[in-house]
């Protein structure tokens, strides 16, 4: 399942980006990761790899992280990439896949 998010088009010209997933666990992880690809009309433009490591039993957790924005003249402008960009996250505890999740953006 798709989830759709939109985003105001003025964060595409944002030199960085500051995101943070919060995440809880009701049993113990050893090596929490994802993996993410941002997809453009269904083709990988970005990947980015991510290790939590070790998730203690009944926590909630915060991963926070800031992305840097490509050159100016390297970004796409919001007319082309509405509704045609999926942010894939896939998460695991080492090489078992927990959980995945797909959003589509929408810039408005």
């Known amino acids: 399942m798709i989830t759709k998010r939109e985003f ?3 964060i ?4 960085a980006v500051s995101r943070e997933i919060n ?5 113990p992880m050893e ?3 994802l993996e993410q690809k941002v997809l453009f009309k269904g083709k990988c433009i970005e990947e980015w790899y991510f ?3 070790f998730v203690i039993p009944s926590s909630t ?4 992280s800031l992305i840097e924005a490509a050159p100016e003249s390297q970004m796409m402008p919001a007319s082309v990439l509405n509704g045609n960009v999926v942010i894939e996250t896939k998460f695991f505890d080492d090489d078992l896949l927990v959980s995945t999740s797909m ?3 929408y810039y408005v």
């Open 8 to 10: 105001l088009k003025k």
């Open 12 to 15: 595409l010209k944002c030199r």
């Open 23 to 27: 995440f809880s666990s009701k049993e």
């Open 31 to 33: 090596k929490f990761r």
């Open 51 to 53: 290790d939590f490591g």
């Open 61 to 64: 957790n915060t991963w926070q």
């Open 103 to 105: 959003v589509k953006l």
